[in-house]
């Protein structure tokens, strides 16, 4: 792959001298010297890609399947209805609490008009207080009984809801466990539904490592031959007895056609310590598929190809033919420039 990189960075050279008439003015750039230290060698471990939102929906309440509106590897959306259960028999007594419920309601509001009428002859002196009080508790009874009543309809309504077993999330079914005419248990399992853009990693590594690793550190993996970046989002307390080992979940932001159960390799840093260059992360970008840097040598950018060896929070430590201590490599700009290109470097 480097002599592909090689050659592609010779052909640009031979562009360039072929327009020197017609090459652009020099980009602006900021430099940092090359630095030399150590850094923890990296041993590559083969995690396991999972889905971080995967939930068996289960039924919170019994009946007979009645209807199904998905299938397996249908995508859906938050809040989709994918099955119903038989609630026939419950919708009737809901219309009927309802009308009892509405019955209630009528004689209330006769009832309160009645103790309008009553207070203002009480007030004349024009029925006794014992009339009065007798259309108060009256009320009074209508409104507990009313109370009652909605608490039963409400319920009944919560039980019909939960009827409709719904998505919780935007979600890809991978597993239906319910035909139609089967009859559902409270708790039964309906459906496995995952998230595909919840895909995460998870690597077990030896508890000698632990101390090399940190939450939000970054790392270098490969999927089916791609690389790509994962910071670590948790290390798991909790080891396995048979192989002594510590699961470490990591995150990424490449998640497209991926699913669980791939592979991933991913570089874990050892406690061996390696001479090797240190830059700045900002200077080490990818060309032609490659981690590059680029030096400035007389004025002008040259690509130099490089192998990532760690990374630290703010530095990048590497090893590449051409590079030495104290030369200058581009922490911006870098992305614009292309080899041989004429560059200014910024003052700081």
Known sequence: ?????????????????ETKGAQPPPSLVKTVMVKE????????YVGTLYYDRNSKLASETSGVVSKIYVKEGQSVKEGTVLLKLESSILEAKVK???ATLDSFLAQQTKQQKDLQRADALLKKQSIAQSSYDNTYYTLEALNSEIDSHKAE?????????KKSIQAPFDAVIVKRDVYIGEWVAVGNSV??????????ARVNIPSSLLETLSVGQKLQAK??????EVSVKSIIPLADKSSRTFPVKLSFNSKNNLIEGMRIDIKIPTLKKEKALLVPRDAVIKRFGNFVVFSVVDSKAIMIPVDVINYTKNEAAITAG???VNMKVITKGNERVFPNMPVVEKAN
């Not at 792959?1 to 001298?17: D, R, V, W």
């Not at 995952?194 to 995460?200: G, H």
């Open 1 to 17: 792959m480097k002599y592909i990189l090689l050659a592609a960075a010779l052909f640009l050279n031979i562009q360039a001298n």
């Open 37 to 44: 230290g150590y850094a923890n060698s990296l041993q590559n």
């Open 96 to 98: 009927a609490k309802q």
């Open 153 to 161: 309809l409400l319920s009944m309504k919560i039980e019909l809801q």
């Open 191 to 200: 459906f496995n539904v995952v998230n595909p853009q919840s895909i995460e």
């Open 223 to 228: 999927i089916n031959d791609k690389d790509i």
């Open 322 to 324: 051409g590079l030495k």
